[in-house]
């Protein structure tokens, strides 16, 4: 069974760094076709996807994001990190990771339950 | 960048059909899916291929996808099929998941 359970703060002022960590089951990120997305929901609006991460290392951004974002894997920790830089109130959201399986299309097939991050002075 | 525009919102009564659609420019020639996300929750997928169900899912659900517009289907609803429904596409060209807007239904 695949599981993923993202955990950080709760909590970030303006302007400082978010670390978020996806601590996932169930697979190996040395199978070819695995791959990890960081997706963000602000409340009440839709999901937007933030960064992929495929088993080669290979990582794509959302461009609107790009310059913020950095994704990478602890393959030995079954974890995979989103920092974030300078945050800002605008980047309250719940941020979820989510799996995409070798040949399971285009789809994200589990996701973790999502951690909520407030951006506050 | 690929655009995914969903119907605004669905109402429907128990034991009736909803109808959510999901409009992109020659959407049918790409694999669309859907995820249900009920209030406080993570999205699931109901729908991937355009109308394959995941093991788990109901024969309910169902897709279709043709021209422009990607349509899920959900026959006999329950009060439990009430959440936030997205479609999603992958954008070949950045190489990127593309989420359209959400519909809410509201099951009354």
């Known amino acids: 069974q695949i599981n993923l359970k993202e955990s950080g703060p709760t909590l970030v002022k303006p302007t400082q760094t978010l670390t978020l960590t996806c601590t996932f089951s169930?697979?190996?990120?040395?199978?070819?076709?695995?791959?990890v997305a960081w997706v963000r929901q602000p409340p009440g609006k839709a999901l937007e996807w933030l960064a992929l991460l495929y088993w080669d290392d290979d990582r794509h951004y959302n461009p609107s994001l790009e310059a913020r974002l950095t994704i990478t894997k602890d393959t030995a920790k079954r974890q995979v990190v989103l920092t974030m830089t300078n945050m800002d109130p605008v980047d309250t959201a719940r941020y979820f990771c989510?799996?995409?399986?070798?040949?399971?299309?285009?789809?994200?097939?589990?996701w973790g339950q999502g951690t909520v991050v407030t951006v506050s002075s | 960048s690929y655009v995914l525009t969903q119907s605004p919102s669905v109402s429907v009564a128990p034991g009736q059909t909803a109808t959510i659609t999901c409009g992109g420019n020659n959407i049918g020639g790409k694999a669309v899916h859907w995820y249900q996300q009920k209030s406080g929750q993570a999205p699931v997928l109901v729908i991937l291929?355009?109308?394959e169900r995941p093991s788990g899912i109901p024969d309910r659900f169902s897709g279709s996808n043709s021209g422009n517009t990607a349509t899920l289907t959900i026959t006999r609803v329950e009060v439990g099929d009430e959440a936030d429904y997205y479609c999603q596409v992958w954008d070949g060209r950045g190489n990127h998941p593309v989420f359209g807007g959400g519909t809410p239904l509201t099951v009354l």
């Open positions: 169930g697979f190996s990120f040395t199978t070819s076709g695995v791959t």
């Open positions: 291929y355009d109308n």
């Open positions: 989510a799996y995409r399986p070798p040949g399971g299309g285009n789809a994200f097939h589990v």
